[in-house]
Structures are given as C-alpha cells and as structure tokens.
C-alpha cells in the first residue's frame, strides 16, 4: 500500500521560511509528476508548485520567485522550500504523486503564518 507522509508544517512569523517534505512509501514506480496542492478555509485546493521526472517545474503566480519545489526520485520523495511567507499562505499544504497507472495524496500538513 502507498503512503504519502509530510512533514515540516507549523506555525511562522509573516518573513519567515518553512521547508515541507513528502516521502512516498510502499511499492511505487515511474512517479512522473510531484506537486504541492494547498486548501485555505473556504476556498479550493489549489496547486502550489509541480515538478516532472525530467526536473521541469511550474509554479502558481503567488509562488514564483518565494517558493521552490525540488524532488529526489531516488528517494520518492519531494520537498517545497517557502520563503518570505505572509498570512494568505495559511492553508494545509497537501503532497501529491502521479504514476501512469494511478494518483497519489498525502494526508496534509497545516502551515500557519502569523504574529
């Protein structure tokens, strides 16, 4: 069975950084696509960030140039580097994997910014 585990949410100062990581464990293979998805109260899950097996990147237009996605492939596991975090970034940050076969999601880790 496959499991998504995140980690690295909490609670930061508006400026401040986090750093979240997605390991996938059990049996899975050719994952081409990793991505960051995030759900504020009230509002849609959106995508944050995604990165292809290849290392080809995409980011929402409120991430570009603050947060950075990077994946190990080796490792199955994907990280997404925050910076200079302010309040509308609140949201559960969720981790999700793709295979030819199948999707994947984390159970979701909550990012809080506030002072």
């Known amino acids: 069975q496959v499991q998504l585990v995140e980690s690295g949410g909490g609670l930061v100062q508006p400026g401040g950084s986090l750093r979240l990581s997605c390991a996938a464990s059990g049996v899975i293979s050719s994952i081409y696509f990793m991505a960051w998805y995030r759900q504020a109260p009230g509002k849609q899950r959106e995508l944050v960030a995604s990165?292809?097996?290849?290392?080809?990147?995409n980011y929402a237009g409120s991430a570009k140039g603050r947060f950075t996605i990077s994946r190990d492939n080796a490792k199955k596991t994907v990280w997404l580097q925050m910076n200079s975090l302010n309040s509308e970034d609140t949201a559960v940050y969720y981790c999700?994997?793709?295979?030819?076969?199948?999707?994947?999601w984390g159970q979701g880790t909550q990012v809080t910014v506030s002072s």
């Open positions: 999700n994997m793709k295979t030819v076969l199948q999707g994947y």
């Open positions: 990165i292809t097996s290849g290392g080809s990147t």
